[in-house]
């Protein structure tokens, strides 16, 4: 089984651009899963099973979803496997734009669509600076200059990645898409021993117990304050 992680910013057209690939991989009798990692709440899963896509979602909660998803991502293999699937996706919204859901070695795609502001690509850290392939979707709604200046800020945050324009909508570009997250894609039985491409968010502090009291006598553990006295 072969297995790429999906993440980016709420909205960006992760699960249109999903659902229109894996149509282009039952074509070629690709058997494919998906795990939908999100905090809250998600419905997503009901738009995959009606596309007649193997789905199963996790909801982190009150827990950080990186480390949701790496306290979760060996079951979830082994989940894939027992489907025997061809190919699993793991799609995980990078909601603090910190998320860093990849793995070394394991195929890696940040999505970040072009209406989401021409610093966005600054704003955004490990999800995209690490992303083996980024998918710039909704290019349709811009012309064609902001695209290209759009993908430039993109190139400039993450140069080695590979970059594809896709109409989540129309499908435009998925097959393409397709070709390259199984291209070189080493197929796995297990994700034990291997390692997060960055180091999840680390805040263990008053707050991450419980506490809501405000002011520095509530305040123990790991707490970054706001040099005031920079000029």
């Known amino acids: 089984m072969k297995l790429?992680?999906?993440?980016?910013?709420?909205?960006?057209?992760?699960?249109?651009l999903i659902i229109k690939?894996?149509?282009?991989?039952?074509?070629?009798?690709?058997?494919?899963?998906?795990v939908k990692f999100d905090c809250l709440y998600t419905d997503d899963d009901i738009l995959y099973?009606?596309?007649?896509?193997?789905?199963?979602?996790?909801?982190?909660?009150?827990?950080?979803p990186d480390h949701f998803f790496a306290s979760n991502i060996e079951e979830v293999?082994?989940?894939?496997?027992?489907?025997?699937?061809?190919?699993?996706?793991?799609?995980?919204?990078?909601?603090?734009?910190?998320c860093s859901p990849y793995l070394k070695d394991i195929k890696a795609v940040c999505v970040i669509d072009n209406l989401s502001g021409i610093n966005t690509p600054k704003k955004i850290g490990p999800m995209l600076k690490l992303a083996d392939i980024v998918v710039i979707t909704k290019g349709d709604i811009v012309s064609q200059a902001e695209r290209e200046v759009f993908a430039s800020r993109v190139q400039t945050v993450n140069p080695k990645a590979a970059i594809i324009h896709i109409n989540g909508l129309t499908g435009q570009g998925t097959y393409e898409f397709g070709s390259l997250i199984m291209d070189k894609n080493e197929e796995i039985d297990t994700v034990i021993e291997r390692k997060l491409r960055f180091?999840?968010?680390?805040?263990v502090c008053s707050y991450c117990l419980g506490e809501t009291r405000i002011g520095n006598n509530y305040q123990l553990g790991n707490i970054r304050k706001i040099n005031f006295e920079e000029q």
């Open 4 to 16: 790429i992680t999906v993440s980016g910013p709420p909205s960006s057209g992760k699960t249109s």
């Open 199 to 203: 180091p999840l968010p680390s805040a």
């Open 49 to 64: 099973e009606k596309a007649g896509i193997l789905v199963k979602k996790g909801l982190s909660g009150s827990v950080c």
């Open 77 to 98: 293999v082994q989940w894939g496997k027992t489907n025997n699937l061809d190919l699993l996706i793991t799609e995980s919204a990078g909601l603090c734009n910190r």
């Open 21 to 34: 690939t894996v149509e282009s991989l039952k074509a070629q009798n690709i058997k494919v899963g998906i």
